[in-house]
């Protein structure tokens, strides 16, 4: 029985005092804001439609393209600090489980990750590795962007001791 059906009966039917508790908690969890938003939000969008193994696979692609737009176009050193933190704790989740976490989740809904069509594209560009293990080829990516966000920053902070400012002729950065 579900938590609607629940809430449908009337209380002469048969319930006790604890039934009447029990119907009203359930209530209250109905009407919660949080709630009324996810079930506007979800039939809004038709989240029907989406199956649950694409789902992995676009948030992924939107981890991705999120962390390169904001290393690429970002002069802000916060911004860069906040994604210099979620990228570090995205290699240690990927030291601790010998995996990255999406991938693990992708693997399991779709039985492909994006490291297969990534593996696939440079095989057939003629780049391969040497190992065959996918832990060290996403640690690998990984040193890459840290070290990419890092040495942007550690260019932001040289510019700005030497007062040595970047014309943005064409508004690409931001000025903060």
């Given at each position: 029985?579900?938590?609607?059906?629940?809430?449908?009966?009337?209380?002469?039917?048969?319930?006790?005092?604890?039934?009447?508790?029990?119907?009203?908690k359930?209530?209250?969890?109905?009407?919660?804001?949080?709630?009324?938003?996810?079930?506007?939000?979800?039939?809004?969008?038709?989240?029907?439609e989406?199956?649950?193994?694409?789902?992995?696979?676009?948030?992924h692609?939107?981890?991705?393209?999120?962390?390169?737009f904001?290393?690429?176009?970002?002069?802000?050193?916060?911004?860069?600090?906040?994604?210099?933190?979620?990228?570090?704790?995205?290699?240690?989740?990927?030291?601790?489980?010998?995996?990255?976490?999406?991938?693990?989740?992708?693997?399991?809904?779709?039985?492909?990750?994006?490291?297969?069509?990534?593996?696939?594209?440079?095989?057939?560009?003629?780049?391969?590795?040497?190992?065959?293990?996918?832990?060290?080829?996403?640690?690998?990516?990984?040193?890459?962007?840290?070290?990419?966000?890092a040495?942007?920053?550690?260019?932001?902070?040289?510019?700005?001791?030497?007062?040595i400012?970047?014309?943005?002729?064409?508004?690409?950065?931001?000025?903060?």
């Amino acid at each position: 029985m579900t938590a609607i059906d629940t809430l449908g009966k009337d209380k002469g039917e048969g319930e006790g005092k604890g039934d009447y508790k029990k119907n009203k908690k359930l209530k209250m969890i109905e009407d919660n804001v949080i709630r009324k938003c996810c079930v506007y939000l979800y039939k809004k969008f038709n989240l029907k439609e989406v199956k649950e193994s694409t789902l992995y696979r676009h948030v992924h692609d939107t981890f991705i393209f999120l962390v390169s737009f904001i290393t690429l176009f970002s002069m802000n050193l916060t911004h860069l600090a906040i994604l210099f933190i979620i990228v570090s704790f995205d290699a240690f989740a990927i030291v601790v489980m010998h995996a990255c976490p999406l991938t693990a989740l992708e693997r399991k809904y779709i039985k492909r990750s994006s490291c297969d069509d990534r593996d696939e594209l440079l095989g057939a560009l003629g780049i391969s590795y040497n190992c065959n293990h996918e832990y060290e080829k996403q640690i690998e990516l990984l040193v890459n962007v840290w070290l990419m966000v890092a040495g942007k920053c550690m260019c932001i902070i040289i510019m700005k001791m030497f007062n040595i400012k970047l014309f943005n002729y064409n508004n690409i950065y931001s000025n903060d």
